[in-house]
């Protein structure tokens, strides 16, 4: 259930401290140590799983359902007018902890956060083209 060398299972067995904010018997909220921004939070199962894909449905609708009821309170307490919850899975994506987790991170008008600018597709056949090999892969399973 827990890896020895895993900085979150450390925290979730008590050998690391943290700012406890939220937990149940399957998942636990704390302040995130080098916030984006105040009040920042993550949200893990205190079972080890590497990251999304990992994640058993049931573990991982555990984790979903604590995200609004938690989101709403780091909202409330730093008077947010938004919030963004992000899973970063794989280094090509940001993840550097590899025990799964999702970031809450409080919004303010005007905060200067930024997430990232889209462009559309060249043409409306590229578009459809990667439509296409995206539900391909979700029918093979991957
Ligand atoms: P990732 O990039 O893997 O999605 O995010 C890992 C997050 O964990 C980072 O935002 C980082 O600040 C946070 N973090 C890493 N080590 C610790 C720790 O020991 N305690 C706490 N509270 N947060 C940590
Ligand atoms: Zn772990």
Redesign the pocket.
């Known amino acids: 259930m827990h890896q020895d060398d895993c900085?979150f299972c450390k925290?979730v067995k008590g050998e690391?401290p943290?700012?406890r904010v939220f937990e149940t018997d399957d998942v636990l909220a704390?302040?995130?140590?080098?916030p984006?921004a105040p009040g920042?939070v993550?949200v893990i199962p205190k079972a080890h799983h590497r990251n999304l894909f990992d994640l058993p449905e049931a573990v991982g609708g555990r984790l979903f359902a604590a995200l609004s009821p938690v989101g709403a309170a780091v909202m409330a307490a730093t008077g947010a007018a938004g919030l963004n919850v992000q899973i970063?899975n794989n280094a090509a994506a940001?993840?550097?902890?590899?025990h799964a987790?999702a970031?809450l991170i409080p919004r303010h008008e005007g905060d200067g956060l930024r997430l990232w600018s889209g462009r559309p597709y060249a043409d409306a056949a590229a578009a459809q083209a990667m439509a296409e090999a995206v539900r391909a892969a979700v029918a093979r399973g991957r």
């Open positions: 900085v925290i690391l943290c700012a704390f302040l995130d140590i080098a984006v920042h993550l970063n940001g993840q550097v902890v590899f987790h970031h």
